[in-house]
């Protein structure tokens, strides 16, 4: 049974609630399984380093938004209520493996994460709105110095969506599966060999900035590259990064349509793009205007927000994804049929999201979450399965 997945990615800020991941997605038949309240997480460490590993399973649970985290039991417990200024959230941290070892905890039925970090345990803080998540383009964020990362996750009545994400920053190297009823396992997340050096070394060799996106602690320890909108927030990206390219785009559509097909499934639903002054208006087949777009910048273009904005709706949010995937990748220019079905042309510019480009030319099967909406054209790097035996979060090797 085919289901549709519709995921907007969101970056954390400082005083923010937790993420919640919005998804679309058919019933489950009555011929299948139904999925418990938790279901096995098997976390293997594979790193190759001797530091202590910290897990922890935070989310929004599904069937009341509740907030709050689970034990190695999937045993939910709400957080208690936050403060201004910030307070300290319970300790919700598990022993993870040690190197080389295995360690099956129990994920209950949310839409949240998957931290791991290494050597220290995060820091977690309660506002009166919710949970604080770690902001590390904030050089004074408690987290910074600490090597970590997580994936994102929902589990409900039509099973497991997991993936991993470099939509924030790209650090800890780890992998995600999923293993079905008939036994077999699908995974992605893997880099190639040397893959995660790679990337680093791609943009320290880079100018106009990409280099300032990798941080390093103060032992010499990497901690992560940043992707470029939170280098934009945090000084080391210009915020006329992609002006080139926006600029040239603004111009072809001038003179020439935009048309973008956003349903796979719906090859007659079809939109055409046409820039007016300051404005790219679509109109749908009956030349009905039915949204525009503010022409936008960098920061937009890699946060897929603000003057991209995208709402869950069935025209300007699914044009909007469209349109941030053309930007990210930089095909609009290429191809007036958007979106691209193929990687072949993507990131060719000169003036493109280098730090996508980097990571993608590193996954082993091609596919990650580089930005917000890298799900376009099926390039994410996500597993999903409507009765999953057993979720696995695999810790990779940094070499």
Request: with cysteine; net charge neutral.
């Amino acid at each position: 049974m085919r289901r549709k997945l519709t995921r907007r990615l969101l970056a954390p800020a400082a005083a923010a609630a937790l993420l919640t991941a919005v998804l679309s997605v058919q019933a489950p038949s009555s011929a299948e399984a139904a999925v418990p309240a938790t279901i096995p997480l098997k976390i293997t460490n594979n790193s190759g380093r001797g530091d202590a590993v910290y897990v922890y399973i935070i989310g929004t649970q599904l069937s009341n938004g509740q907030q709050g985290w689970a034990d190695a039991n999937g045993t939910f417990h709400a957080w208690p209520a936050g403060g201004n200024p910030p307070t300290p959230a319970p300790d919700a941290s598990i022993a993870g493996p040690a190197n080389g070892q295995s360690k099956t905890v129990r994920l209950p039925k949310f839409s949240g994460r998957v931290y791991f970090s290494y050597g220290q345990k995060l820091v977690f803080k309660l506002t009166t709105g919710g949970l604080v998540q770690p902001a590390v383009q904030n050089p004074t964020d408690p987290n910074h110095d600490i090597l970590f990362n997580w994936s994102e996750y929902t589990l409900n009545d039509a099973g497991l969506w997991l993936n991993s994400t470099q939509v924030d920053m790209f650090s800890a190297p780890y992998a995600v599966g999923v293993q079905r009823s008939d036994g077999t396992t699908t995974t992605t997340g893997h880099l190639k060999s040397g893959g995660y050096n790679a990337v680093l070394n791609d943009l320290r060799g880079r100018s106009g900035g990409w280099a300032g996106l990798v941080q390093t602690r103060s032992d010499g320890t990497v901690l992560r590259a940043l992707a470029p909108g939170h280098g934009m927030e945090s000084g080391a990206l210009p915020a006329s990064v992609m002006d080139d390219y926006i600029n040239r785009v603004w111009q072809k559509y001038a003179s020439s349509t935009l048309t973008v097909t956003p349903f796979g499934d719906q090859p007659n639903t079809k939109y055409f793009g046409k820039v007016s002054g300051n404005v790219m208006n679509f109109t749908n087949s009956s030349g009905a205007t039915v949204t525009s777009f503010q022409k936008p910048d960098a920061d937009s273009v890699f946060g897929c927000h603000k003057l991209l904005d995208a709402p869950n709706d069935q025209v300007r949010g699914p044009i909007s994804r469209t349109l941030c995937a053309g930007y990210n990748r930089t095909t609009l220019l290429t191809n007036t049929n958007q979106p691209d079905s193929s990687d072949a042309g993507f990131y060719k510019d000169a003036v493109t999201n280098q730090y996508a480009r980097a990571i993608h030319a590193q996954m082993a099967d091609g596919k990650a979450y580089a930005f917000a909406f890298d799900d376009v054209g099926n390039h994410e790097s996500l597993v999903n399965d409507g009765n999953p035996q057993q979720a696995n979060l695999t810790l990779d090797p940094f070499n």
